[in-house]
Each structure stands twice: as structure tokens, then as C-alpha cells.
T-cell receptor
Framework: AQKITQTQPGMFVQEKEAVTLDCTYD???????LFWYKQPSSGEMIFLIY??????QNATEGRYSLNFQKARKSANLVISASQLGDSAMYFC??????????FGAGTRLTVKP | NAGVTQTPKFQVLKTGQSMTLQCAQD?????MYWYRQDPGMGLRLIYY???????DKGEVPNGYNVSRLNKREFSLRLESAAPSQTSVYFC???????????FGPGTRLTVL
């Protein structure tokens, strides 16, 4: 079964510190993509970062990096130098070759000043 | 560019009524998606369309139908609304499954 698991319902981080949001996935397909999205309290969905299953290097986008461990089926998001504006829900998602998509339940991140 | 637009933004239905949620994208994307988001949960895929002329069921398709009218438009229809369909509905589009999805602003639907 295709499944995404985010085990941290809520996380707190001090401003300017780094934080890791966990994501594990389950699929038997060899070709898939892993995504992270941010959903602020305003409700829109904002794309952060993408990792393909065949990509050798971990993806990075500015302050966001994806720690991809294929053998462990994990795709953790690392946010460096947290800012107050990073407070939001964060969703991990998996896209399969046939365009099917699965989202995790999300992690609510709160950045403390 | 408008990106992904959805109409309406809000809707209240009575049980048994029908309605169609409209979605359009102006980015020439091949793939389009319909999701629902319930309180405290992630998005669940209802239907998707990998390309114009094709549609496939996602994780929670029961009670819904879709139409990929053309490359730009992908509509979601509730034939006989039920209270369990109260949710926020998001439409999204992407070049392909390997590319980021762009989301619409969502439709908040309440079924009484």
C-alpha cells in the first residue's frame, strides 16, 4: 500500500535554530517523487522542495533541505535558521509514476521568538 | 498569471443536493488533481487527470465524479451531497507527477 507517515503532530523550535520534520513512506514502486508543502494559517498550499527516487543527491532549496534515506524510506525536511514566518503546517507527500499522490497528516511547526 | 482558480470559494448545501466545483489553470499543465482536506488531516486525493481526456480514481473517490473538459479545466461534481462531504476542496495542477503542484485557493463546502 502507498502510504506517507508523519509522526510528529506538533513541533516547537526557537527562532534562528534548525529543525527537522520527519517523514517516512511506503511504496513498492521504484519510481516516485517526494514533496514537502507548507500550509500557513491562511490556508494556501506552498511548494517547498522535491526529491526524485533516483536522485543521488539530497535536494536543497534555500533554507530547506531534504534528508533522503532511500533504504530507510525516509524523507525528512530540515529547515535551517528558523524564522517566525515558518510557523505553519508542513505536509510530506509522495507522487507515484501514475500521478497518484499521497499526503501525510502533517506537522504543525511553531517558531518561538 | 492567475495560476489555478477555483469557484466557488464557499458553498452551503443541503443533504441530497448536487453541485459542481470548477477549476481552471492557465499554466498549460498536463496533470490536474482534486483533493479534500478535513480538519486536522492532510490532503486526500479524490480524482486526478494525468492528461487531457483521462481521469483516474484517487484514494477517496466515492460520491464524486470528475470531468476533464479540456487541458485547462477540471471539474468535480457531487451528485447527492452528504454531511460526510463537508470539507475544504483543493484543485491542483502540475506539469507531471515529478513536478511541483500548484494549488488553487480552495472551496469550503458545508453540507447540512
Amino acid at each position: 500500500a502507498q502510504k506517507i507517515t508523519q509522526t510528529q503532530p506538533g513541533m516547537f523550535v526557537q527562532e534562528k535554530e534548525a529543525v527537522t520534520l520527519d517523514c517516512t513512506y511506503d511504496t513498492s514502486d521504484p519510481s516516485y517523487g517526494l514533496f514537502w508543502y507548507k500550509q500557513p494559517s491562511s490556508g494556501e498550499m506552498i511548494f517547498l522542495i522535491y526529491q526524485g527516487s533516483y536522485d543521488q543527491q539530497n535536494a536543497t532549496e534555500g533554507r530547506y533541505s531534504l534528508n533522503f534515506q532511500k533504504a530507510r524510506k525516509s524523507a525528512n525536511l530540515v529547515i535551517s535558521a528558523s524564522q517566525l514566518g515558518d510557523s505553519a503546517m508542513y505536509f510530506c507527500a509522495m507522487g507515484l509514476f501514475n500521478n497518484d499522490m499521497r499526503f501525510g497528516a502533517g506537522t504543525r511547526l511553531t517558531v518561538k521568538p | 498569471n492567475a495560476g489555478v482558480t477555483q469557484t466557488p470559494k464557499f458553498q452551503v448545501l443541503k443533504t441530497g443536493q448536487s453541485m459542481t466545483l470548477q477549476c481552471a489553470q492557465d499554466m498549460n499543465h498536463n496533470s490536474m488533481y482534486w483533493y479534500r482536506q478535513d480538519p486536522g488531516m492532510g490532503l486526500r486525493l479524490i480524482y486526478y487527470s494525468a492528461s487531457e481526456g483521462t481521469t483516474d480514481k484517487g484514494e477517496v473517490p466515492n460520491g464524486y465524479n470528475v470531468s476533464r473538459l479540456n487541458k485547462r479545466e477540471f471539474s468535480l461534481r457531487l451528485e447527492s451531497a452528504a454531511p460526510s462531504q463537508t470539507s475544504v476542496y483543493f484543485c491542483a495542477s502540475s506539469r507531471s507527477v515529478r513536478h511541483e503542484q500548484f494549488f488553487g485557493p480552495g472551496t469550503r463546502l458545508t453540507v447540512l
